[in-house]
C-alpha cells in the first residue's frame, strides 16, 4: 500500500518561503500534484507535474509556487516563494492533476501558517 508523508510547513510570514516535501513510499507513477485545504474550505489543487516535468498551477500560486519531483528519489517537492496570508492551509500530496483524481490514501498533511 502506498503511504504519502508531508512534511516542510511551519510558520512563516508574509513574503516569506517554505519549501514542502512528500516522500512516497512506493513508486511515483503518472501525475502528482500538490493539494491544500483551509479551514472551512474543500480541498483544492494548486500544483501537478508530471512524469516528464510537465507543471501546470491554480491562478493564485501561479509565478509564486514551483513544483518538482525526483523519480528517483520518490519525492514531491513544492517550493513557495512570496507567501500571503491566504496561503494558509494543511497542504496535502497525491497522485492526478487537473481532469486526474487522486488514488492514493491521503498523508496526515503539513500545515502552512503565513502571518501578515
Known amino acids: 500500500q502506498v503511504q504519502l508523508v508531508e512534511s516542510g510547513g511551519g510558520l512563516v510570514q508574509a513574503g516569506g518561503s517554505l519549501k514542502l516535501s512528500c516522500t512516497v513510499s512506493g513508486s511515483i507513477v503518472g501525475p502528482m500534484g500538490w493539494y491544500r485545504q483551509a479551514p472551512g474550505k474543500q480541498r483544492s489543487l494548486v500544483a501537478a507535474?508530471?512524469?516528464?516535468?510537465?507543471?501546470r498551477y491554480a491562478d493564485s500560486v501561479k509565478g509564486r509556487f514551483t513544483i518538482s519531483r525526483d523519480n528517483a528519489q520518490n519525492t514531491l517537492y513544492l517550493e513557495m516563494n512570496t507567501l500571503k496570508p491566504e496561503d494558509s492551509a494543511v497542504y496535502y500530496c497525491?497522485?492526478?492533476?487537473?481532469?486526474?483524481?487522486?488514488?492514493?490514501?491521503w498523508g496526515q498533511g503539513t500545515q502552512v501558517i503565513v502571518s501578515s
Open positions: 507535474i508530471t512524469t516528464s516535468g510537465g507543471t
Open positions: 497525491n497522485s492526478g492533476g487537473w481532469g486526474v483524481s487522486p488514488t492514493i490514501n
